[in-house]
């Protein structure tokens, strides 16, 4: 007698032996799908905002292209002096995450309510004689155009928005155009680039400090950490190349670890370096800008550009890699104009 399964048999047990091993192996990758990189999208959450950048399905950071209204939760925690800052704001980033989801950046923080995690913005705001506060949400506010450009993929993904600086809420003075560039995670971190250029419209605006000496430029309010170190950097004037940069580490709030937050200045950027102003009770580290003691002014022929990185890394780094990371942004942007 033939000891062979009937042909029937045979394929029946052929398709059960096939589903077994699709379920077996449905989680495991190819070795060319396991060395496929992550794509980089940006997730519009609303209309015109707010502006999701994911590497993956992991939230890198958020741009607030749209108002944000002052959260119900801490109405009750801001005091009646710091009342008049709880404005509705815009054009920000905020949260900024970190290597493992941690959020590093706070807003809406009761102490100071217009702090709003990385923006760039101005206290002295000077036009037709008035003086409004860019930066406490005074008098002149950044508003979205709805003029936004996209761009994604395995190796970075941007945003590119127009706002514009409206005096009273109504009046365009200033063309406002950020453009936030987001790299993939790589063993050394992640690389954020900035670029923002600023036009008058019409009639010229005059930029400048608190107090023409204080904070003021790139502004960078971070959420407390553990174990807080700031430390910043500029080579003197005759330095060859001249760095500056600044280094933030600690352990965010439910984080396991130290996360480091680089900041790096363009070698192109107009009165470099900006002087690094920090406030470290407020977890508050900035480039500033412009020169102490100085206004710029902001022209319809002249735009004001203004760049910076950031690299957000797991750690401390030692200055030698920060220089070396200083190094590779100047060279990746020479040609840029």
């Excluded at 609303?46 to 939760?73: C, F, H, K, M, T």
């Excluded at 993929?153 to 706002?163: C, L, M, P, S």
Aim: glycine share 6%; proline share 8%.
């Amino acid at each position: 007698m033939s000891r062979s399964f009937p042909r029937w048999l045979s394929s029946l047990l052929a398709a059960a032996v096939t589903a077994e091993l699709a379920v077996l192996t449905s989680g495991v990758q190819t070795p060319a799908q396991a060395a496929e990189p992550s794509r980089l999208t940006v997730r519009k959450l609303g209309d015109p905002g707010p502006l999701e950048i994911v590497d993956g399905n992991s939230p890198v950071l958020r741009y607030n292209y749209q108002w944000v209204p002052e959260p119900a939760e801490v109405k009750d925690r801001i005091s009646a002096a710091s009342r008049k800052y709880a404005v509705a704001r815009s054009d920000y980033i905020h949260p900024l995450y970190g290597p493992r989801g941690e959020v590093l950046t706070e807003d809406w923080s009761p102490d100071h309510p217009h702090h709003r995690g990385i923006y760039w913005a101005w206290p002295e705001v000077d036009w037709r004689g008035q003086r409004g506060d860019l930066h406490a949400l005074q008098l002149v506010f950044a508003r979205p155009t709805g003029n936004v450009q996209i761009e994604e993929g395995t190796d970075f993904a941007q945003i590119a928005a127009e706002n514009e600086w409206r005096w009273e809420d109504r009046t365009p003075v200033v063309r406002e155009q950020a453009v936030i560039r987001a790299g993939r995670q790589t063993a050394a971190g992640r690389a954020i680039d900035l670029q923002f250029r600023f036009t008058a419209l019409q009639d010229e605006v005059q930029i400048a400090r608190r107090g023409a000496s204080h904070y003021g430029g790139l502004n960078v309010r971070l959420s407390a950490a553990q174990d807080q170190q700031i430390e910043t950097a500029a080579d003197p004037a005759d330095a060859s190349p001249r760095r500056a940069w600044a280094q933030r580490t600690g352990t965010p709030a439910g984080g396991p670890s130290v996360v480091g937050f680089t900041i790096l200045q363009h070698a192109r950027n107009p009165d470099y370096p900006g002087d690094w102003v920090q406030y470290p009770n407020l977890s508050w580290i900035q480039p500033t800008f412009p020169a102490v003691n100085t206004r710029w002014t902001l022209t319809p022929d002249r735009p004001l550009v203004l760049r910076y990185r950031l690299w957000i890394h797991v750690g401390k780094q030692t200055p030698e890699t920060i220089q070396g990371w200083w190094d590779a942004y100047q060279a990746e942007t020479a040609a840029e104009k």
